[in-house]
Nanobody, 133 residues
Framework: QLQLVESGGGLVQPGGSLRLSCAAS????????IGWFRQAPGKEREGVSC????????YYADSVKGRFTISRDNAKNTVYLQMNSLKPEDTAVYYC??????????????????????????WGQGTQVTVSS
């Protein structure tokens, strides 16, 4: 069974940190472009961070630049999103997505009127992140 599973979400105080994991089963993540997206209640889905398949280049939304870091651990077949200096506005359900096409990283996190520009092949079920005191 081919699937992505996110984990690592939870409740954290403002200024705290969390590390989200995106683990794959049935396929090898280092051959896939990976995106992290989030969606808060009543808001549109947002592309948070993406990492390309081809050269490992990364993209970060302005809202998380300097606070979040995306990385791969190929030995564990997992992609991480390290989130530091968390703010209440980071509260959302976070999803990872994977696609085998070597998309340019600039396109991978783009959201258009109907959703992500790229039709990712696989999506995880999401993990809740709540930042609150």
């Amino acid at each position: 069974q081919l699937q992505l599973v996110e984990s690592g979400g939870g409740l954290v105080q403002p200024g705290g940190s969390l590390r989200l994991s995106c683990a794959a089963s049935g396929f090898t993540l280092d051959r896939y472009a990976i995106g992290w997206f989030r969606q808060a209640p009543g808001k549109e889905r947002e592309g948070v961070s993406c990492i390309s398949r081809s050269d490992g280049s990364t993209y970060y939304a302005d809202s998380v630049k300097g606070r979040f870091t995306i990385s791969r651990d190929n030995a564990k077949n997992t992609v991480y999103l390290q989130m530091n200096s968390l703010k209440p506005e980071d509260t959302a359900v976070y999803y990872c997505a994977a696609d085998p096409t070597p998309w340019p990283v600039q396109a991978m996190c783009v959201i258009n009127a109907v959703g992500p520009r790229i039709q990712y092949a696989y999506w995880g079920q999401g993990t809740q992140v709540t930042v609150s005191s």
